[in-house]
């Protein structure tokens, strides 16, 4: 008569982050030998799961704002005398006339 002892381990993962087509196996109450590769199996359900996420909601793609180069400079000489004035910029671009 052999002992054949069973280790048990709550993962935390739900069938709401599992594929639908490897739902009947994980029902089925699948057995690895090891502990090793039952956890490397929890993985491999991750990461089919993720991939197929990734296939059906690809990330937004970033837009990045480029900005003037000199964007600095222009905030910090706005009003100063011998820079150019920019069509935004009233306080360089001040006129007087004379009566």
Known sequence: MG?????????GVTTATVRTDQLANLKANVEE????????????????????QLLLHPPRPRRFRRRCPHH???????GQPGRRPRNDDH???????AA
């Open 91 to 97: 306080s360089a671009a001040t006129t007087t006339t």
């Open 3 to 11: 002992f054949n002892p069973k280790v048990v381990e709550t993962t």
């Open 72 to 78: 600095a400079d222009h905030e910090s000489t706005a």
């Open 33 to 52: 030998p090891t502990l090793a590769a039952a956890r490397q199996y929890i993985r491999n359900l991750q990461s089919a799961y993720a991939a197929q």
